[in-house]
Each structure stands twice: as C-alpha cells, then as structure tokens.
C-alpha cells in the first residue's frame, strides 16, 4: 500500500538534509545557491514548514536531481531510469540511478580556461570511469592523469578535484556512495 499525503510530505525534510549533506554543504551554502533564506531551508529540512513546488524546483535544480526524487514520487513499476540531464556549476550531471544506495551519473565537464582547480572534500566515497577525453584528478597532493578506459576511486574526505586535462571536454562515469560504500565488481565464475 502506498504512503499517504501527508508522510510523503513528511519525508520530504529529512530527504533534503540527505542531499544537502551528502554534497558536503552547509545550510548558509546552501542559502547562497539557491536564494532561499538560511531559516526556510532549516524548516524545510526539520517539518516546520511544507516544501512549496517553487522552492523544490529550486534545490532540484541545485542538487541535480529530479524533482521527483525530491518528493519521493511513487515508482509506476516501469524499470527505465528516465534519463533528465541537470547543469550546474557549467557541469552536465545525468542521473542513471534511483535514489538511495550507491548514485550512479553520467558526467560531462567541458574546458574551463583560466579556472584555478578548488578541491573539495565531502562525506562518501567516489569510483570514476573515464569514458571519453581525459581528466585530470587532483587527490591531496597527486596529480593523475586518466585516459578512457580508466577508472579511479577514492574517500571524498580527501581533498580532490575532477576536470578536463586539455582542452577537450571529458565525459565520465561516476559511482558514488555514502561513507563506507565502496563499489566492488566480481567476475562470474563458469
């Protein structure tokens, strides 16, 4: 039987902390992106105040998800991931995954000429396979160059940054999990 009204919209606060969180930001960041008062986020995120269509539009937007992940839209038994590429910060993100567990995108960085690489950490743990062009990791203080065909993972804690090495765009494929998930391929034995 399905969730009713009212614990759908229940849920939508703790499912925006989630997503705020498992991006690394901060309510005041979070604030700044968006547009919407420190306040509101901190009662949308606690119940004490109903989420608006325009305001998840606006934090869809900014976390890169659809909207209906924001609601937790019942599923209608179709197994397709419907595919609704999000841009933000100039990236391409393309969700091929459902929410919870391990997030699965598609990711295309274009060049970006003159952009100092600022690393980031956050919770979780990240696998990139390089699909075209190349990337450039920064991780601490290596430096790694990946060509197609290439993958990488790492603890997001580290400090790391991901772009384009050249002046080709790079497209990748990007696993990534709360902290302590990692991704582990296993070959089927005949």
Do not use: C
Request: net charge neutral; glycine share 12%; hydrophobic share 35%.
């Amino acid at each position: 039987m399905g969730a009713t009204r009212k614990e759908v919209l229940d849920a939508v606060g703790p499912r925006l902390r989630e997503l705020r969180r498992r991006r690394g930001m901060t309510l005041a960041e979070l604030a700044e992106r968006t547009g919407i008062n420190e306040s509101t986020l901190s009662r949308l995120e606690g119940g004490g105040r109903k989420p608006t269509l325009e305001l998840l539009l606006t934090l869809a937007e900014v976390h890169a998800v659809p909207l209906d992940e924001l609601v937790g839209a019942p599923r209608t038994g179709d197994p397709r991931i419907h595919l609704r590429p999000v841009t933000r910060d100039g990236l391409t993100y393309v969700p091929l995954s459902r929410p919870g567990g391990i997030q699965a995108h598609k990711l295309l960085i274009p060049p970006q000429p003159g952009t100092e690489p600022e690393l980031k950490t956050h919770e979780g743990f990240e696998w990139v396979y390089v699909l075209a062009g190349r990337l450039l990791l920064l991780l601490g203080d290596r430096r790694v160059v990946l060509k197609p065909g290439e993958a990488a993972e790492f603890d997001t804690h580290v400090p790391h940054w991901l772009g384009p090495d050249g002046e080709d765009p790079v497209e990748l494929l990007v696993l990534f999990g709360r902290q302590g998930e990692r991704a582990h391929l296993r070959a089927r034995t005949a």
